[in-house]
């Protein structure tokens, strides 16, 4: 039989709360936590900044992703297909934190479709895709 583990420390325990309370018609909002990996980015207050220029990087290229310098709200994607990514670091717990918001009724099932077919057929990634829809 297995000892029961011990209780971390109140000095060891690192809560993030995140609520949303979000009235809307279309959009999702999407907070996501992974640890930092050691050595990798700038520490203390340099870090939040360090990490959106990896992903300014690493999305450079990407016509429908944008790195953005606050926190997006669902109506910055409205009517578009664009990912709009939010990352930071808490440094508190030494954690990434990324907030992204995209138009589900855009950039959901059926844009998506558009997007893949557009690369299967070697189609300008955007075409069709570049039009806004805007209801409801």
């Not at 060891?12 to 996501?32: A, D, N, Q, W, Y």
């Not at 669902?74 to 717990?93: E, F, Q, S, W």
């Not at 893949?116 to 075409?127: D, I, Q, S, V």
Request: charged share 20%.
């Amino acid at each position: 039989m297995m000892a029961p583990a011990e209780a971390p420390q109140p000095s060891e325990v690192k809560v993030t709360f995140t609520p949303h309370l979000i009235p809307m018609t279309r959009g999702i909002l999407s907070t996501c936590y992974a640890p930092l990996y050691p050595g990798r980015l700038p520490s203390g207050e340099g870090a939040p900044e360090g990490v959106r220029e990896m992903y300014r990087e690493f999305y450079r290229d990407e016509p429908f992703v944008r790195v953005v310098d606050a926190p997006p709200a669902t109506k910055h994607a409205r009517g578009n297909n664009m990912c709009l990514v939010y990352p930071t670091v808490d440094i508190r717990t030494d954690r990434l934190v990324v907030v992204s918001v995209i138009d589900n009724l855009v950039k959901g099932a059926a844009g998506q479709a558009i997007q893949n077919m557009n690369a299967m057929m070697g189609l300008p990634e955007t075409m069709g895709l570049d039009m806004p829809a805007v209801y409801p």
